[in-house]
């Protein structure tokens, strides 16, 4: 069974910082999906970046970018010029190739202080 | 897209009651997922559906839990009876046929409160 660890349980930095979010995850698969999810106050859960395992570049998504490390398999959120709006839990997740079960982390809570 | 609807918002019970929660997925995602939320076991799938079919419900805690999909664009999950453990945010999600590749699309979630 796939495991997602997020060593981090609180982390939080001033407004306009770059934080970074760790994330490394146990398979022995070799094609899967890596997510990080933010879910703040309103508890709505809204996806921020996505990661092929087969693509060697790191996804970005404006602010939002990710350092994929598959033979170490370790997969990092980083969040450049954070805002107060980043203030939320950030949960990484796993997801193998034809298989549609998605495996949470347990979550960093994030605090972006003015 | 209103995406994915789930109701209540809220609800609180009593134990011993019956609770059902709603779901409505988004159009045309082939997969329906319910998870559930708490302080202790983080998010945990509970079961999934696709085309309304259960796949796996091996997360389901109990069989005082049961879902359902009579159709494609709605589904249940219902807990009966009801007991303080039960309480926790549950979410349904959904996703595209070829979901794996863009995760999932998840409700505002269902608080549930037994007392």
């Known amino acids: 069974a796939q495991t997602v660890t997020q060593s981090q349980p609180e982390m939080s930095v001033q407004e306009a910082e770059t934080v970074t979010l760790s994330c490394t995850y146990d398979?022995?698969?070799?094609?899967?999906?890596l997510f990080w999810y933010k879910q703040p106050p309103s508890r709505q859960m809204i996806l921020v970046i996505r990661?092929?395992?087969?693509?060697?570049q790191n996804a970005t998504e404006n602010r939002f970018s990710v350092n994929f490390q598959k033979a170490a398999k370790s997969f990092s959120l980083k969040i450049s010029d954070s805002q107060l709006g980043d203030t939320a839990m950030y949960f990484c997740?796993?997801?193998?190739?034809?298989?549609?079960?998605?495996?949470f982390g347990t979550g960093t809570r994030l605090t972006i202080i003015p | 897209d209103a995406g994915v609807i789930q109701s209540p918002r809220h609800e609180v019970t009593e134990m011993g009651q019956e609770v059902t929660l709603r779901c409505k997925p988004i159009?045309?995602?082939?997969?329906l997922f319910w998870y559930r939320q708490t302080m202790m076991r983080g998010l945990e799938l509970l079961i999934y559906?696709?085309?309304?079919?259960?796949?796996?419900d091996s997360g389901m805690p109990e069989d005082r839990f049961s879902a359902k999909m009579p159709n494609a664009s709605f589904s249940t999950l219902k807990i009966q009876p009801s007991e303080p453990r039960d309480s926790a945010v549950y979410f349904c999600?959904?996703?595209?046929?070829?979901?794996?590749?863009?995760?999932?699309?998840f409700g505002s979630g269902t608080r549930l409160t037994v007392v």
């Open positions: 997740a796993f997801l193998n190739f034809g298989n549609e079960k998605l495996t």
């Open positions: 559906f696709n085309n309304n079919v259960p796949i796996d």
């Open positions: 398979t022995s698969e070799n094609n899967y999906y």
């Open positions: 999600a959904s996703s595209l046929p070829g979901g794996d590749r863009y995760g999932y699309t």
């Open positions: 159009s045309g995602h082939d997969y």
């Open positions: 990661q092929e395992a087969y693509k060697q």
